[in-house]
């Protein structure tokens, strides 16, 4: 009686998986797989999900290709801060630098990247010297702030600077490619250039023990976040100075660059107070029937659950032919959306690991704005979960290039419309 009772739940559960099982074609999940499995598969697109918004954890920040300037409100994630710290070397060691000299001025550069977000038009900096070291061979998260000294160093920081990412800069002999450049106070070309112990001027090493660098930020009003690349060759400081040349006036400069050995990171903040209503009233986790979030700079993402999963393995057969997340998402007139988005899941010790599909380099996850949507193979995953491999834990849905843009998008969840074409689903295409 109790083998027949098992076998009624069975026969039961499968049923319900798969009420609305069609041949591939019939979901219209074109090119899921070859034709030839196709004649022997089944498919369903009717597994239940749930999906989740929660905050992102930090991310790691330090050392990355571009860093973020600015803050940009945002009507549907609110307001998003990004700031930055760098160290600097010398041109040469042991420069030699006349007793006396008078600075002229002394210029913070740095090399646009080319991306913006916001109408960028002009910004207010605040830029301070650190208090503290940082390294290179240390990992920073996204929640980091090194200690700084109180001193504005901007010279005027009511006049604020104007963004020009694509507008080359003219000197009197020469053309730049584009930069932002930020007058800094003379004093601060004296504390590095004429140091008291002009020792530390003899290598690198002693020079960034001496001076640990700078933090860069923007005033609340900052309209817009724009990208800038440190390593450039125009990303420096440079101090006009003048001297006395045997009784002859002369002018020249000394530049204190950033390469790639020095250290720097970026920060992110996030206030979702003037988000839309769903994030504004966001908890540590938020199920939404109609909507969930991915945001890149240590923001939001999205946790997918797939609790009735794991009744295909009471079945000892199913062959995972293929398996696809698709999430259809809304277009945000601020700003694109992330041109990648990646999967992970948690394994039984916490910590988050890459989709096996993800080594396969078949994954996919790339932005489809013509369709608007994204589309995840996670074929692997799917059956490693199946076999017992892998525990079915929830999969957490991240933004690409999380560390050097602030791109977010809305997500239509499993419940978005009675259409089921507009809603995030998993299409499984299976044999027995």
């Not at 109408?119 to 650190?130: D, T």
């Amino acid at each position: 009686m109790m083998r027949l009772t098992s076998l009624f739940t069975l026969f039961f559960a499968w049923s319900i998986l798969f009420n609305s099982c069609e041949k591939p074609e019939a979901l219209n999940a074109n090119e899921l797989q070859p034709t030839e499995d196709v004649l022997y598969s089944n498919q369903t697109d009717t597994l239940r999900l749930v999906a989740s918004t929660v905050y992102e954890d930090t991310i790691k920040s330090d050392d990355l290709s571009a860093s973020l300037l600015g803050g940009l409100l945002d009507p549907v994630f609110g307001l998003t801060t990004c700031e930055f710290a760098t160290q600097f070397t010398l041109a040469n060691a042991n420069p030699i630098i006349p007793e006396t000299i008078a600075i002229d001025s002394v210029i913070l550069s740095f090399a646009y990247n080319g991306y913006t977000y916001g109408s960028l038009k002009k910004m207010n900096f605040i830029i301070r010297e650190l208090n503290e070291p940082i390294f290179k061979d240390s990992t920073y998260s996204s929640s980091f702030i090194p200690t700084r000294k109180l001193e504005n160093l901007v010279n005027d920081p009511e006049q604020g600077v104007h963004i020009e990412p694509y507008n080359f800069f003219f000197t009197s002999s020469d053309s730049l490619l584009p930069q932002l450049r930020i007058p800094l106070k003379t004093s601060l070309g004296y504390h590095i250039l004429q140091p008291d112990n002009p020792d530390v001027l003899n290598s690198d090493t002693d020079f960034q023990t001496y001076f640990n660098g700078l933090y860069i930020e923007t005033t609340q009003t900052s309209p817009g976040v724009v990208g800038l690349d440190l390593t450039n060759i125009n990303s420096k400081i440079t101090v006009y100075y003048r001297y006395d040349d045997n009784g002859i006036a002369d002018t020249t400069f000394f530049e204190f660059p950033i390469t790639s050995d020095c250290a720097r990171l970026n920060h992110f903040s996030h206030d979702y107070t003037f988000a839309t209503p769903f994030l504004s009233g966001l908890s540590t986790d938020s199920t939404s029937s109609l909507y969930a979030y991915a945001q890149a700079a240590a923001g939001l993402k999205t946790m997918i659950e797939i609790p009735h999963l794991t009744n295909f393995s009471d079945l000892n057969s199913t062959l995972v032919n293929k398996a696809e997340l698709i999430i259809p998402f809304d277009l945000n007139p601020k700003q694109l959306p992330p041109s990648q988005v990646f999967l992970f899941y948690k394994d039984e010790a916490g910590v988050l690991q890459a989709l096996p599909d993800q080594f396969t380099g078949n994954i996919g996850g790339n932005v489809d704005l013509i369709n608007r949507r994204y589309r995840v193979n996670i074929s692997q995953y799917i059956q490693q979960v199946l076999m017992g491999t892998i525990p079915n834990g929830p999969l957490y849905l991240v933004s690409g290039n999380a560390g050097v843009t602030i791109n977010g998008v809305q997500l239509h969840g499993p419940n978005y419309s009675s259409n089921a074409s507009e809603n995030m689903r998993l299409i499984l295409t299976y044999s027995n």
